[in-house]
């Protein structure tokens, strides 16, 4: 290999090579310089695809445009205050928290709950953290069709298992019933994402000193305790976060709701990605549905902020 | 035709000046192929057709066609095979909007009103004409026609067929299920009976089929979604005597679903499916979904499956026996190659093409011609999967329902025909209107009113 670079230095005329090595030594020894060669790739690629994206969809959304036509004629942002007093959007908005907190109530139980079993010491506990964290591979499609087809109401398995057990009498349309729909997709859709939730708190949990708990034991502390006073202090910031985090993603949640429930029965489960996607394909109306997302956008940067400033996400990372 | 004139706020944008740009360079490309002795259709660039039929099977068979098509008349074809449903309106839109439409797309006559009202659609009197020389009289009920010219090039159709388990109902000493009344007295007691059978899917869902159910319930009454006024087309959902005819459906839906499974979410798969499966005896279908997949997944019932037409209220004669709706091909403005389209469409619709394409179709879509339900029809002759699995009753049960006038389209419950009915069909409120006076929980009158207000909002009917 040194031979190699030997003659490939050899190659470069050494005018040329003491040039390359003082422009490279002023960018290194100036942070300013140094950051802007770091950054610049990852920025212009993130200003393509997603702050030029969004741009463009905020400026169509001041427009009437059909999905099947390409003109546009101008309308100006009374549109989106139409859009944000329409019936159909406040009730897809409505049906978007109570998906949004509901799956995260969800994720946040399962994913603690199931942080604090993989982290005791017992034999297979590696083996059984991995396969705790095996769902989070699993892609939201293949979720959302099996679940339909365990779901289903004729030949699903769940159904199977309930009436032979003797929960059910009857077979229950879970995903077909005003009642059950939401509830259904909601818990489909977040025992993936509770894993999420699991590895952030395993990570906190594994960095709590074992001789905290060996106090608590010296003092006389029940597991509760132990619990209570060493474990939660120390993982609530982490689970703030991820609940905050989990919002953010499931409020603009589209695939698994689209996959198992089309926004049925009726609109019982047509949160606003949905009602955004039908008013553009089923209503050939791309003007208006841009608008809806970008009402989606602006709730989503607000939820945001709280993130930031509630979270502080930044003191959960830094290093002492 | 084509692209909106720039009137006052309207604002040409980027992608129309690329669909201007790329008409201007198909007329360019077309004028110097001209010059210069090309194929054809007088363009180098090649026919680019969209295709909802993406199995293994259609992609091989179309594949074929293009290949021949090819070798004959010197013209490429560039098949693009997209999922049937919202997956092909989705690459339809983005190649439109996108400034690089396509040259040909598939349509059914519910859906391209929504095409021809955006004056995305190029008349194709002269491809029907050309297909008349060769084939038949294309009849007039499987065409649409908007601003003055047909905008579909039909190749198959449909009809509403309320398949039924004959074995069930002879066993039962029931009635075929063509009334109302005895399509109630039916489903009761097949779903009282101790068999494990729901006597049909009553589907009340905001879906494709729960449109398609809804609208085919209408009917059955003759309660009209739309009506005409000179050049304003109406909601008519809730007026007058029809309101009335609206309601008495909605009643009565409030009644049936108690004898079907719970079917508030349903598509067309799940209707076809619960009958071939064995949960339901009955199932109202736009084709023969429900007894070809019976045959396929090998049922004993599916000899017995036998059709009748829409149930009808038998106090209100006037309604209509179901829907018949073409399937075919339109060509999209603004496409490179529109002469090249016209003549592969042409080709796919016209002679031996098209007896393959309607086979294919396993007599789940049915020919447009009357003259191919004959035996011996160059369709029937040698046929063996229709010989061995339909009876002859079955099949000129169809074909009678089919060319009946007591069979039309959705768009043709106005006169000329409503451009309104795709987005009225898609907006999904029908379907809508009947979960929520079931599962819902809604008066019948509200549910009319919402109905009523949501189609007039987003639909272009007044």
Redesign the interface.
């Known amino acids: 290999m040194s031979v190699v670079s030997d003659r490939v230095t050899a190659l470069v005329p050494t005018r040329w090579w003491q040039r390359s090595n003082e422009i490279l030594s002023g960018v290194f020894e100036d942070d300013r310089r140094l950051l802007a060669v770091c950054l610049t790739p990852a920025l212009a690629l993130y200003v393509l695809v997603a702050i030029l994206p969004m741009l463009w969809a905020f400026n169509l959304s001041l427009y009437e445009v059909s999905t099947l036509n390409p003109v546009w004629e101008w309308t100006g942002p009374g549109r989106l205050v139409d859009i944000l007093t329409s019936g159909a959007f406040q009730a897809a908005f409505g049906r978007s928290l109570i998906f949004g907190f509901g799956s995260v109530a969800f994720q946040i139980v399962v994913g603690v709950s199931l942080a604090l079993l993989v982290n005791r010491e017992f034999k297979g506990a590696v083996l059984a953290r991995a396969v705790a964290l095996l769902p989070y591979m699993v892609p939201a499609v293949a979720i959302g069709m099996v679940g339909q087809f365990m779901l289903n109401a004729q030949y699903g398995i769940i159904n199977l298992v309930l009436i032979r057990v003797g929960i059910l009498n009857n077979p229950v349309a879970f995903l077909g019933l005003p009642e059950t729909a939401m509830a259904t997709v909601m818990v489909v859709g977040s025992w993936k994402f509770a894993v999420f939730v699991t590895l952030l708190t395993l990570a906190r949990l594994q960095s709590i000193p074992e001789n905290f708990y060996e106090g608590a034991t010296m003092c006389g502390a029940n597991a509760y305790q132990k619990f209570r006073d060493v474990t939660l202090p120390r993982i609530k910031n982490v689970i703030l976060i991820a609940a905050l985090l989990r919002t953010l993603w499931m409020f603009n949640k589209f695939d698994i709701i689209y996959i198992m429930t089309r926004g049925g029965p009726g609109e019982e489960t047509t949160t606003i990605p949905l009602h955004a996607y039908e008013v553009a394909f089923n209503q050939y109306d791309l003007g208006q549905a841009a608008g809806i997302a970008a009402l989606m956008f602006v709730f989503l940067a607000l939820w945001s902020i709280v993130y930031f400033r509630v979270a502080r996400p930044e003191e959960e990372v830094r290093v002492a | 035709m084509g692209?909106?004139p720039n009137t006052d706020?309207?604002?040409?944008?980027l992608?129309?000046r690329?669909?201007v740009a790329a008409a201007g360079v198909g007329g360019l490309s077309t004028g110097l192929a001209g010059c210069l002795g090309l194929g054809g259709s007088g363009s180098s660039e090649p026919v680019k057709y969209i295709s909802n039929n993406n199995s293994p099977q259609f992609k091989e068979m179309l594949r074929g066609f293009a290949e021949d098509f090819e070798e004959e008349r010197d013209i490429e074809v560039d098949i693009e095979f997209t999922e049937i449903g919202?997956d092909y309106?989705?690459r339809?839109?983005q190649l439109?909007?996108g400034?690089n439409p396509p040259d040909i797309i598939n349509a059914e006559q519910f859906r391209i009103g929504?095409?021809a009202t955006?004056?995305?659609l190029r008349p194709v009197d002269d491809v029907i004409d050309a297909v008349e020389e060769e084939e038949e009289e294309v009849p007039e009920k499987f065409g649409f026609v908007y601003d003055g010219s047909n905008r579909l090039v039909p190749a198959v159709a449909s009809v509403t067929n309320n398949w039924y388990r004959s074995d069930i109902y002879d066993e039962m000493g029931l009635e075929p299920p063509t009334t109302w009344e005895r399509e109630r007295e039916a489903a009761q007691a097949i779903t009282e009976a101790d068999n494990d059978l729901y006597g049909l899917g009553y589907t009340t869902?905001?879906?494709v089929y729960g449109s398609y159910h809804a609208w085919t319930r209408l009917w059955g009454n003759d309660a009209k979604v739309a009506a005409r006024d000179g050049d304003t087309v109406n909601v008519a959902l809730d007026s007058g005597q029809n309101r009335d005819r609206v309601r008495e459906v909605l009643e009565r839906a409030q009644q049936m679903v108690e004898y079907s499974?719970?079917?508030?979410?349903?598509?067309w798969g799940e209707i076809y499916?619960?009958y071939a499966?064995g949960?339901t005896a009955t199932a109202i279908y736009s084709g023969g979904r429900p007894k070809t997949q019976s045959i396929g997944q090998d049922r004993p019932w599916a000899d017995a499956t036998k059709r009748v037409s829409n149930p009808y209220n038998s106090s209100n004669r006037n309604a209509s026996l179901g829907n018949s709706a073409a399937t075919g091909y339109a060509l999209v403005q603004g496409s490179a190659n529109p002469e090249g389209a016209k003549e592969f469409i042409q080709y796919m619709v016209t002679g031996e093409r098209l007896v393959e394409y309607a086979r294919a179709l396993r007599f789940h879509n049915i020919p447009i011609y009357e003259s191919w339900y004959e035996p011996g029809s160059a369709y029937r002759d040698g046929w063996d999967y229709l010989n061995d699995n339909f009876d002859e009753e079955t099949i000129q049960g169809e074909r009678q329902a089919l060319f009946s006038d007591e069979t039309q389209p959705f768009t043709a419950e106005t006169e000329p025909a409503n451009p309104y009915a795709s987005?009225a069909f898609?907006?999904?409120q029908l379907g809508?209107m009947f979960?929520?006076v079931t599962?819902?929980g809604m008066n019948i009158d509200d549910a009319i009113d919402e109905a009523a207000s949501?189609l007039r909002d987003?639909?272009g009917m007044e």
């Open positions: 692209e909106s706020g309207s604002t040409p944008h992608s129309r690329a669909v919202g309106g989705q339809v839109s439109i909007q400034g929504a095409y955006q004056d995305i869902s905001a879906t499974p719970t079917a508030t979410n349903w598509d499916e619960s499966g949960t987005p898609t907006s999904f809508q979960y929520d599962e819902g949501v987003n639909t």
